[in-house]
């Protein structure tokens, strides 16, 4: 039987000798293979492998992401130095914090490409991993070559070459918790110029967690889709790649347990680490991707065009306020469609001066359907109470006023449209050997333009009966008046747009004592875009509310003489730019580090220490009154900390890895009022500490035995403390967890048995505040399962 030696070579480095996919080890087995030498791919922008450039990364094979049961981006948390992201909520949300900046909501920190083409939406991030090849995480600004939202870093993700692999791959999988799964892939060379991949998955998963009020399990998933892939060779230098991706899901979500009260109210001790919401919540996705990379070879530089198009259509249903009261609930829909073009040119590897050139735009529409619906607690409570609350209550000599809301349910529609166009130009070169053999000095720099726009049309309407007593004095009878069915309607249409520009400068300067090793010196600076808040229309129009009631009572023939007293209860109308734009935020990086590779080849070691400067910081937060979350500016950050990632082959059978990341991420300027004041707080959702170790031995079987071998595999991956809120008053303590693989392969098949969180350690895997109550969404607990695997 034929066996991929490309895959047995990107087994090689994790340590794995001898595999179900692979064939004798080379000689020298003791030594550590770079991914990237094996691993072959095509990337557009660089020149050079990765441990060749100024910058931290840390690449995952087929078999490294098997052995450290990566099955998602979510899965890569803790796997790399200082990256989290906290696995919560759906698919709609993908939160990836690097180096003490991320983001919960709306744009991201850190980019993600697929086969070259950019997902631009976040709420794609999250997608089956059934077929990848290899994963790549570049930590630090990107922004000279990916532009915008790659302040952070940067995810590529590739999937498997059917010029690479020939033959079917099947594979099945069961565990605890009815999580059950299937995909079948097909690659296929038809001839030395065509070839193409066909893959299938569909995956069920029972839900880990109960919602006690609705008696069911809040997070089960259903999914399923599948990915063509083919590649032409027309002729020797020009290659056209074209891929179509599609998943469907259904799932369930948001499986938050109460806390506690955090200010005001009396607890309820009985709730506390309950899920008990009343409202069924859910989220569904179509998800299309394509596109079309062409690259032509010249003699002396490499021509390539990059085409982009995503399609994405979901509906999410919320139960806004987590509990058993009918407060309020949300639905959102999105229609996004995306399309993308980049041109890029740059020098053939290997010269003394390589660069890259090129050109990128892309144009997103974005239609959402946001209706919130006050149902009839948060009618009584945050719409009624709310008024009455304005009204004096501890003088006698001032008038009684009582508002009634009389609508059941209040429903607020929103539709919004927020558009997003970007253009950018950069060039970044490198020149090699400059004054001595082994140094070189990187420039780049990017010009980007964005320009965003937002039509809203919301508002509501609302019935509502309004009655005075007052005693006047001298007076035997109090002075009464009532104005009954009455409507208050808040409206808001209309257009706003902002664009901005920004320069996305590069520079590093490296020596290589070789070409394993090497030590570099960087500053870059990255920026993620602005945006517009839409969640915050529902406090928009709950503010205005008040101001309308007043005006609607003036004009009313029983008030009309009480006008002037009504003044006092307005509130001054809010200026939706104002409420809504956030600015973009930027960063800038200055790093030292090191790639070597030690003892004859059988150690890699990746070091880096950094300082990012972060202006503008954007952070997620709930709005005050409890009415979505928004996206806010918090002024000044600053990160401090250093990286370390070791791979080691200690004998043929036994290899060992780990990374540690360690993250200071403080505000420096973010004064919210006199009375808060949150400089010096630690940036919530870093973790200060991210670690992980793993092992894999091989027990090879002796020739003519029924396996071939038994390799097992071990990691611990562990991140804290983690502040979730500015004030830094809730948190996550360091943690980990323990995962293991068993797998017995023999030729093209393989059996593996499985456990994650084999500790069944009970953590927080995120947290947050709403009206003054606590919620979190607790880790999975321990889950076993097998999977079967063999190729045809």
């Not at 033959?167 to 059950?180: C, E, P, W």
Request: proline letters at 4%.
């Amino acid at each position: 039987m034929k066996k991929s030696v490309w895959t047995f070579l990107a087994l090689l480095t994790v340590g794995v000798t001898q595999t179900a996919w692979g064939e004798e080890a080379p000689k020298d087995s003791t030594k550590v293979v770079d991914i990237e030498e094996v691993v072959v791919i095509a990337t557009p922008k660089e020149n050079s492998r990765l441990r060749q450039q100024a910058l931290s990364a840390t690449s995952f094979s087929q078999a490294d992401m098997r052995g450290n049961a990566v099955r998602s981006v979510k899965s890569l948390s803790s796997l790399v130095p200082n990256l989290f992201i906290p696995d919560y909520g759906s698919k709609l949300t993908t939160s990836v914090y690097v180096r003490g900046i991320g983001s919960r909501i709306n744009t991201p920190a850190v980019g993600l490409y697929v086969d070259n083409i950019p997902f631009i939406d976040k709420s794609a991030f999250d997608f089956n991993y059934s077929d990848i090849e290899r994963i790549d995480v570049m930590r630090g600004p990107q922004g000279t070559l990916y532009g915008r939202n790659t302040m952070g870093g940067l995810i590529r993700v590739f999937t498997k070459s059917p010029f690479t692999y020939q033959g079917t791959d099947l594979t099945l999988s069961a565990a605890t918790y009815n999580n059950y799964k299937a995909s079948v892939s097909h690659y296929h060379r038809i001839s030395p110029q065509f070839a193409f991949s066909a893959n299938f998955f569909y995956e069920h998963k029972g839900g880990f967690f109960k919602n006690s009020y609705l008696n069911e399990r809040v997070d089960k998933d259903d999914e399923f889709g599948g990915r063509f892939r083919a590649i032409y060779l027309p002729k020797e230098n020009l290659k056209l790649d074209f891929t179509l991706n599609y998943e469907y899901t259904n799932q369930g979500g948001y499986p938050y347990e109460y806390t506690g009260v955090t200010e005001g109210e009396e607890d309820r001790a009985d709730y506390i680490g309950r899920i008990a919401y009343n409202h069924k919540s859910g989220y569904r996705r179509n998800l299309l991707n394509g596109g079309l990379n062409l690259e032509h070879q010249a003699d002396n530089f490499i021509l390539s065009s990059v085409t982009g198009f995503q399609f994405l259509d979901d509906h999410m249903d919320l139960d806004q306020d987590f509990t058993e009261q009918n407060i309020y609930t949300m639905m959102q829909k999105q229609n996004s469609k995306t399309v993308s073009e980049e041109l890029v040119l740059k020098s053939k590897p290997g010269r003394r001066w390589q660069w890259t050139t090129g050109a990128s735009a892309f144009y997103q529409w974005l239609d959402t359907d946001a209706p919130v619906t006050f149902e009839q607690d948060g009618v009584k409570t945050m719409i009624e109470d709310n008024v009455n609350s304005a009204f004096p209550q501890d003088n006698p000599m001032a008038p009684q006023l009582k508002f009634t809301v009389n609508n059941t349910t209040l429903p607020v529609p929103g539709v919004f449209s927020t558009p997003i166009l970007n253009t950018a130009f950069y060039h970044q070169s490198t020149i090699n050997d400059i004054l001595v053999d082994g140094l070189s000095f990187t420039v780049g720099l990017r010009l980007d333009y964005e320009k965003l726009m937002m039509d809203y049309n919301t508002g509501c309407q609302m019935n509502f009966d309004f009655s005075m007593k007052m005693q006047m004095p001298g007076m035997p009878f109090p002075i009464q008046a009532e104005a009954l069915d009455k409507d208050a309607v808040a409206s808001f249409i209309g257009h706003e747009q902002t664009d901005y520009l920004q320069l996305l400068p590069k520079f590093a300067l490296q020596y290589d004592f070789d070409r394993q090793n090497n030590i570099y010196v960087s500053v870059t600076k990255g920026y993620r875009s602005g945006g517009y808040n839409i969640q915050m229309f529902s406090d928009v129009i709950s503010g205005s509310l008040m101001g309308v009631t007043m005006d609607v009572l003036a004009r009313d023939e029983q008030f009309k003489k009480y006008a002037q007293m009504f003044e006092q209860f307005k509130k001054e109308p809010q200026d939706i730019r104002e409420a809504t734009l956030y600015r973009p935020e930027y960063s800038w990086n200055y790093e030292v580090g090191s790639h070597l590779t030690l003892c004859d080849g059988r150690l890699q070691a990746d070091l880096a220490a950094f300082y990012m400067d972060t202006h503008d910081q954007q952070i997620s937060r709930f709005a005050a009154s409890g009415l979505g979350r928004i996206t806010v500016n918090a002024g000044k950050s600053r990160s401090l900390g250093a990286e370390a990632a070791l791979r080691a082959q200690l004998t043929d059978a036994l290899s060992l890895s780990g990374s540690y990341g360690y993250t200071y991420a403080t505000f420096t300027d973010y004064v919210v009022s006199n009375e808060v004041n949150y400089n010096g707080k630690y940036v919530p959702f870093v973790p200060k500490h991210t670690f992980n170790v793993g092992g894999q031995y091989i027990f090879a079987m002796k020739a003519g035995a029924w396996l071939d071998d038994i390799t097992l595999d071990a990691h611990y991956k562990a991140a804290g403390r983690i502040y979730w809120t500015e004030a830094n008053n809730a948190s996550q303590a360091l943690y980990g967890t323990l995962n293991g693989r068993l797998s017995l392969n023999k030729g093209n098949g393989q059996i593996a048995l499985w456990v994650d969180n084999a500790l069944n350690k009970r953590y927080q895997a995120f947290w947050f505040e709403t009206m003054s109550r606590g919620f979190a969404q607790m880790g999975r607990p321990i889950q076993v399962g097998i999977d079967l695997r063999c190729r045809f």
